[in-house]
């Protein structure tokens, strides 16, 4: 059995002297995961660094071993956004989250794209990458959410109907609550950042931070809590960092 094709690296950990275990998505196959020899070399770390965009070969004798990877680099994202460390928080909570809460050998095209194209955007954008690449970040996370199937419904206000005035999310079943509509219990619903609504609008600081405990909230208890598992230490410490620059001083 073998297979080629783009993939995005997700993680990579030592196994034995020199070797690696590499989790990929691909478009097709979805997330995978292969040996690849030497792959903990510096070469061969240096190819797998989390965000890389590669050209993968996986082969395996049966369909469901581990298999061999090999692979050649097409974009460096990991090399690129090293010195910024936003972006590099922001590319270690995607991968990880995405590692963590991504059936194996299941596809998700969507969200292969999107993450695709979220690495070029803080890669090649340094300038712009925290600004521009939060709500990309955050609206990925809510694909997500939609591709596992708990995606939240923001289409109109659970109480009184309407599409306007949107500002609230019900923690218990994910659907949007307008201003208006949320009466006595604003105080338990979570904040709805305008970015989520506005594909055109990269938000602020306290945006972001509402946002990701919006979407947090939801992987959390979903996509990683009906698995039994906590939200990965990568998306808490950028959460962490998004809270200090929201907070004033």
Request: net charge negative; aromatic share 6%; with cysteine.
């Amino acid at each position: 059995m073998e297979w080629e094709a783009p993939a995005l690296v997700l993680s990579a950990a030592p196994y034995g002297e020199s070797s690696a275990i590499v989790h990929l998505l691909t478009e097709e196959h979805g997330l995978f995961h292969g040996l690849s020899r030497g792959g903990a070399a510096r070469a061969g770390r240096a190819l797998w660094q989390p965000g890389n965009l590669v050209r993968a070969v996986w082969r395996g004798r049966l369909p469901e071993q581990l298999g061999n990877l090999s692979g050649e680099l097409v974009h460096g994202s990991a090399a690129r956004v090293m010195s910024d460390p936003l972006a590099l928080a922001m590319l270690a909570s995607v991968c990880a989250v995405a590692d963590g809460s991504l059936p194996e050998r299941e596809p998700h095209p969507r969200i292969f794209h999107l993450l695709t194209r979220f690495f070029a955007l803080i890669s090649l954008d340094a300038e712009m990458a925290g600004w521009n690449g939060m709500a990309a970040l955050l609206r990925w996370e809510a694909c997500l959410l939609g591709d596992l199937g708990y995606g939240l419904d923001l289409s109109a206000c659970a109480v009184t109907g309407a599409t306007e005035g949107l500002a609230w999310v019900s923690p218990r079943t994910g659907r949007a609550v307008s201003d208006a509509g949320a009466g006595t219990w604003r105080p338990r619903l979570l904040r709805l950042p305008p970015l989520f609504l506005d594909e055109a609008d990269p938000g602020t600081s306290t945006d972001w931070q509402d946002g990701l405990r919006l979407t947090g909230h939801f992987l959390a208890r979903d996509a990683f809590g009906q698995h039994h598992r906590p939200l990965p230490a990568a998306r808490l410490r950028l959460a962490d960092m998004i809270g200090a620059m929201a907070t004033p001083g």
